[in-house]
């Protein structure tokens, strides 16, 4: 959009070198959530003092970006199959739908003993219903609600696979409904599990509440299920994440500076170059988790 408004490849490198070092907390955090709630998963409540275990945690997150990779190689970097992307984006956001509210339901049930047992709870504790109202000033919330409301033009992931990768117009009319039903659903069990936590006064940072509250209740079923939720999104986010940056990237930093070979296998170097941004990519944003952020849940609550 740069380069169309001031027609100029300079903007268009400099926007992307921006979007580029803007997102790599945001992949990095990713990463370290799929490797932190794997340990987590893996030793449970029994040994929460090893789940920082650096090399363990880095080999999951380099094996989890080899494999986000291949995934964006095979789904993403040839333009014929951005309807197998769609596709799989789609299947994903039903996958963590329907962990997160099959979580919140357990949480519900296990942890109040059903809903009016929650309503009991939050009479004996109205200060977690009150946090709904007073849980920030007034200038905080109005900055979080701009910035929401801004990610789908600020954020290319998002822009990507609304703009780029989509092959019907006309979803434009199923989106105006579908797209707030999701977000009502997605955020009907936040509140529960998030309860749940503080009802059973785990010291586990709150956003791997879906994952520890049915550890905690010896639930391994429903543990392994919010983890394949949490792992689906994060898959997701990091797949448009990857593809997005990628094609800025060969647009506005490759193409202009790079004379193609031959006319003849033109697509064929096109595909290469992407896969192996995408590649780079991958690797640079495990290479910033590696060196940015901390090892484990149990040292970011007692940091």
């Known amino acids: 959009l740069l380069v169309f408004r001031y027609h100029s490849h300079l903007v268009g490198a400099l926007a992307t070198l921006i979007m580029l070092l803007a ?50 190689v095979l789904f993403g970097a040839n333009r014929e199959h951005h309807k197998g992307l769609i596709s799989a984006m789609a299947f994903e956001s039903l996958i963590k739908l329907l962990a997160l509210l099959i979580v919140g339901g357990y949480v519900i049930s296990a942890c109040f003993g059903g809903l009016e047992g929650l309503d009991q709870w939050l009479s004996d504790n109205p200060h977690h219903a009150l946090a709904l109202y007073t849980a920030s000033d007034g200038a905080t919330a109005h900055t979080l609600m701009l910035v929401f409301i801004a990610t789908a033009i600020s954020m290319p992931h998002i822009f990507h696979m609304t703009v780029v990768e989509n092959p019907v117009k006309q979803s434009s009319d199923l989106a105006s409904w579908a797209f707030p039903l999701f977000l009502l659903l997605m955020a009907l069990p936040i509140f529960p599990i998030l309860w749940g936590g503080y009802q059973l006064t785990l010291d586990t940072p709150s956003q791997y509440f879906p994952l520890a509250v049915p550890l905690a209740q010896g639930n391994a079923t429903i543990s392994i299920l919010a983890y394949i939720g949490g792992l689906s999104a994060a898959t997701g986010a990091m797949v448009a994440m990857t593809l997005a940056l990628t094609t800025m990237m060969l647009n506005q930093w490759i193409l202009p500076s790079n004379s193609l070979r031959t006319k003849r296998d033109l697509y064929r170097q096109l595909i290469w170059m992407r896969r192996g941004l995408i590649a780079l990519v991958s690797m640079i944003g495990f290479s910033y988790c590696l060196l940015y952020t901390s090892p484990s849940p149990r040292d970011l609550s007692t940091s």
């Open 23 to 72: 997102m790599l907390p945001l992949i990095a955090l990713q990463i370290q959530a799929v490797a932190d709630t794997m340990m987590l998963l893996i030793k449970g409540q029994e040994q929460p003092t090893q789940i920082g275990q650096l090399g363990v945690q880095q080999s999951l997150g380099l094996v989890y970006c080899v494999g986000i990779a291949v995934f964006a």
